[in-house]
Each structure stands twice: as C-alpha cells, then as structure tokens.
C-alpha cells in the first residue's frame, strides 16, 4: 500500500492526511506538539465540518518514533522547521532512495533547503489554495474548497508526479500537475511578503488594511522589488496581475475579515516566517544585484517586533 507521512501536522497538514486517510491510504502524521499527538492517539481527531462533526482514528507520531519508510512525505511544518524535521525523518531512515519528499509550506527556496538533504530529483514542490484551521490540540476545523498545483522541482515529470497527483485528486483535493509551479508559487510569496507583514505590523485585518485610500503606494514598491528579483532570476511575474491578486483579497466575502498566518504567529509568541518571504527575497535581490529596501525593512520590523513578544 502506498504509505504517506505527513510531517507537521497544524491545521492544513491535518486537513491533507485526513483527507487522504479517508481515501484509503495509510497516513501517520508526524509532530513535536505533544498536546496534540497525544490527543490524537488517545481520542482521535476531532473534525468539524461545515455540515458535521465527528472523531477521526489516525495514526499520530513524534518524529523519532518513525520506524516505517514512506513513498511520500508530505512538509507542513513552520518553515524554519522543515529542514530539521526532514534530517531527523532521514535518521529514522524512513527516507528511501525512491521517497518523494512535497512541500506545500507558504515561502521561497525550500528546494534549495532541501537539496541538501535529499537530492533534487526526489523534491517536488507545490502550492495550495485550501484552508483549514484548528480550534485546540487534536481538534480540527475545515471548510471551503481548495486547488493544489504540483511539480517536480527540476522541472521534470516521472511516474511519482504523476501517482502523487492522483492521490491528491483521490483525496478529493483537486490537484493538477503544473507546468510551471514557481510561477504560482511566487505569486502566492508575493501577496504574503505584502499582506503578512504590512498587517501584522499595523495590527490590523486585511480589510481594515484596506481602508486606507493610499494602500497602494504601500504596497506597490514591495511589488515592484519582487517582479525586478524574479525576472533577474529568470522568471518572469506581471505586477498588475500580483497587485489585483492582493487587492481581490481585501472585500469582507473574501479573506477580509482575517488576520494573516503571520499576524496570528507573531501575537501568539512564535517566530514567524519573515526569512522565508521578504527575507528570502532579500537574499535573493543581494545575489542577483537588485536593491530590496521596501521588503529589507519589512523584514527588519517584522524581527524587531519578534524580540518584543519573546521578552
């Protein structure tokens, strides 16, 4: 049987393993949150739907009691976490030679992250557009419906392209196989390096950002550093396209009345994922020899305000 483990297992990596538990697979989901590990071996997972609710047995479990080797590996970890939880699965050596290792994890360059570990060909990266979210350890809440968009990270497809694709449409996931991920991937990187931070800094919900009259004098040289970095690495993005992207998440019936992952990280005490967005597009802009001062003091506010939750 095709055996998925889904390491880290917040609320979009519990909506994907328990969908794909439901289509017969066997999933373990695989966490350092103790609270949560245990209330799932002990109760379940509890999911709440828009029409229901019920328990959900699945197998739960700390990275170092892994002892199966797996064909698919699914990262949903926090990003700064995703290399270590991948070293540690490989010391468990349930990483084999043919293992495909997926992130759907929000940011920039986690195949560069991850060719370190494992070699290019066994990354495959994709980018999705579900929700989900969770109420307390063990209790998981899912409404809307979702895309994923999958490829290969060198760009080639072979037949675990395509076997990964169809477990993610068994698990009625409604993927697709993409014959230029980074194109979405960036486009969602962007709206996260403008909305993430710009939100989490003023305090405010992306509709109540919007209410300003000149939002976009704010977000436009954010934008514009982006696409120039992009295209100097050979990608090319269209800004108004980014920038309607950004504005079409402002109204109330879209995602208006939430505050970002970012937001929600930062007033919980965590660190948040600046260096995987505007930090990373910095890293990249100093390489190619392109100024990113906007997305540079984004990042820089972000890490002051860091400081201020830790102490």
């Known amino acids: ?11 979009m990596g519990g909506r994907v393993g328990i969908q794909m538990a439901q289509a017969g697979y066997d999933v373990t989901l695989v966490d350092e949150w103790a609270e949560h590990i245990e209330c799932i071996n002990k109760e379940g997972m509890s999911v ?13 479990r700390y990275p ?15 990003a700064m976490d995703s290399e270590t939880m991948i070293k540690k699965l490989n010391i468990a050596h349930a990483i084999k030679e043919d293992t495909a290792i997926l992130t ?21 990266l994709a980018v999705t557009m579900w929700t989900a979210g969770l109420k307390g350890p063990g209790q998981l809440l899912l409404e809307g419906t979702g895309t994923i968009e999958l490829q290969r990270s060198d760009g080639h497809e072979d037949q675990r392209t395509i076997e990964i694709n169809n477990v993610f449409n068994e698990a009625k996931l409604n993927s697709k196989i993409s014959d230029d991920v980074f194109q979405s991937i960036w486009s969602k990187a962007t709206l ?9 800094i003023l305090d405010k919900t992306i509709n109540q950002f919007s209410q300003y009259p000149n939002t976009r004098q704010m977000i436009e040289p954010v934008i514009e550093e982006i696409v120039a970095v992009a295209k100097a ?6 800004f108004e396209t980014l920038v309607n992207k950004i504005e079409a998440a402002y109204p109330i019936e879209a995602q208006g009345l939430h505050y970002p992952s970012m937001h929600q990280d930062l007033y919980k005490g965590r660190l948040t994922e600046i260096d995987y967005l505007n930090g990373q597009i910095v890293k990249y802009g ?16 972000i890490h002051q305000l860091e400081l201020k939750a830790e102490s």
Do not use: W
């Open 192 to 200: 996260n390096s403008v909305l993430n931070p710009l939100c989490t």
């Open 104 to 124: 759907m994890m929000n940011g920039l360059g986690h195949d560069e992250r991850f060719a370190n570990i494992v070699p290019k060909s066994q990354i495959f």
């Open 286 to 301: 100093k390489k190619v020899g392109i100024p990113t001062p906007n997305n540079e003091m984004l990042m820089h506010m």
């Open 233 to 238: 690495r050979g990608l090319e993005l269209d």
């Open 1 to 11: 049987m095709y055996k998925i483990a889904i390491a880290g297992t917040g609320a």
């Open 64 to 78: 170092e009691q892994v002892t199966d080797t797996y064909d698919l590996i699914i990262v949903l970890t926090k």
């Open 48 to 60: 709440q739907t828009e029409t229901s609710t019920y328990q959900y047995d699945i197998k739960a």
